[in-house]
């Protein structure tokens, strides 16, 4: 059974086919996140290889609120340097490893998105880098020679333009707007381009919120991103009556309660109980026989994997808003690289970590504030200390996978520094989003969709 029919038979619901789902394999128990150990990062060299400790990954959103792409681009320091030397060829060699970058969420089917001068662009080295499908950003698309942008066409690479006046831009493919914070000018620019150019595409980054977000997918946007881990809104909705049932058995869990009273409270939900059956009985054990008890699916899933199984559950009761699903698999991918980051240094306990980095999602995803979000959940104090207060054992794992998601390479870099330094980190975030794509619900039907 392939992982994401595994997330499938764990929420609900029937998975769609997919020509970018990965080849079936059996699984035991709950995807597992292999215990691998960061390489020291060493110095760049010339190579095939695709960037690491110097680019910037970013998830985009696509219209059905679900992760559709990646946002690659080099480090703001790094690109300012570049520019600063004016060395060409230089910015040559850092754009296409930057290219060769954009071949990882290509080859999971989804979109690729990055930004390059038409001088860059235009030097062999770079525009043979340039895998089949990416979307390029060019600034002075005009200044691209003609027969260049046609054989990148041909390839399938789309060219957009940036803001601007709509009858001064020279022929695109889609608009790309940036908010600079001011989300209400962009919507005004966006409805500019609209009237002079109904039929081209619109896509915005550097979004301050996830309602940010969801605002431009519902204005028409095909691909909007930002800060995901951040809301705007100050509503503060009660936890409902799920996520409430999810929560007393995780502290069931947390409190060593004897199997027993796990599951009669498992029993006592007609929706748990037929979800925990069903999993039990799936393919992904790998049973002989069947369990037809839920004292027999808890005794067989144990504690420490019936508390993972609940911790992703309750992600699922987080459907009501339109990033949903792109909420939560960028709570998986953080719980991911958390966990590969605590096993990484030998942690006696790594799985805490992914619960942290799950439960740093929990205000953006169930749209209320942390401090409330927290308590019924019973946390231990490295963990409340870490999520509430940024301080504690755990503090500089969370604030490293921050400065990730908000593309602060700089403070990313000395966080970065007792795992091997960013490259090994970024190695490990990679395997993480990758982890992440293959359980959560639904990317197939989007990422593979051809936006027009």
Not at 319 to 325: H, L, N, T
Request: charged letters at 20%; one cysteine or more; glycine letters at 8%.
């Amino acid at each position: 059974m392939s992982l994401r029919s595994w997330w499938q038979r764990l929420v609900g619901g029937s998975a769609a086919p997919s020509p970018a789902q990965p080849a079936p394999r059996s699984e035991r128990a709950l995807p597992a996140i292999p215990a691998t150990k960061p390489a020291p990062a060493a110095a760049p060299a010339a190579s095939a290889q695709p960037p690491v400790a110097f680019g910037v990954q970013r998830p985009l959103v696509g219209g059905q609120g679900r992760v559709a792409g990646f946002e690659c681009q080099l480090a703001q320091a790094l690109s300012q340097r570049l520019a600063e030397r004016g060395d060409m060829a230089a910015q040559a060699s850092h754009y296409a490893l930057l290219m060769s970058g954009l071949k990882h969420p290509l080859a999971q089917g989804r979109h690729a998105l990055a930004e390059l001068p038409a001088a860059v662009l235009a030097r062999p080295l770079v525009a043979d880098a340039v895998p089949a499908g990416a979307w390029l950003g060019v600034p002075d698309l005009a200044q691209l020679p003609a027969d260049l942008a046609r054989a990148l066409r041909t390839r399938g690479v789309r060219l957009g333009v940036p803001d601007g006046p709509p009858a001064d831009a020279p022929e695109a493919d889609f608009v790309w707007l940036r908010a600079h914070g001011d989300i209400d000018t962009l919507l005004l620019s966006a409805q500019r381009w609209q009237e002079a150019r109904p039929r081209l595409p619109r896509l915005a980054t550097g979004l301050d919120a996830v309602d940010d977000v969801e605002r431009l997918l519902q204005a028409g946007f095909v691909l909007a991103g930002g800060r995901l881990d951040q809301r705007r809104a100050a509503s503060d909705r009660p936890l409902n009556a799920a996520a409430h049932r999810i929560c007393e058995l995780m502290n069931h869990l947390a409190m060593n309660r004897d199997t027993a009273v796990v599951a009669d409270a498992v029993r006592a939900d007609v929706a748990l109980t037929y979800r925990l059956l069903r999993y039990a009985n799936s393919p992904a054990l790998g049973l002989s026989r069947g369990v037809d008890s839920v004292e027999q699916a808890v005794q067989l899933l144990g504690r420490q994997e019936l508390s993972r199984w609940l911790q992703v559950l309750l992600l699922s009761t987080a459907a009501s808003r339109q990033a949903s699903a792109a909420l939560q698999e960028q709570a998986l991918a953080r719980g991911s690289l958390l966990e590969r980051l605590a096993r990484a240094e030998g942690q006696a306990a790594p799985e805490t970590l992914f619960s942290l980095g799950l439960f740093s999602m929990l205000e953006p995803l169930l749209e209320m504030p942390l401090a409330r979000a927290l308590p019924p959940l019973r946390l231990g104090r490295a963990a409340e200390q870490a999520l509430l207060h940024g301080q504690g054992p755990w503090a500089g794992h969370l604030q490293l996978a921050q400065a990730l998601d908000r593309g602060d390479m700089e403070s990313a870099e000395a966080l970065a520094m007792p795992w091997g330094g960013l490259a090994a980190v970024q190695a490990l975030e990679r395997q993480a989003w990758h982890w992440a794509a293959a359980v959560n619900p639904g990317d197939d039907a989007e990422s593979t969709k051809p936006v027009v």
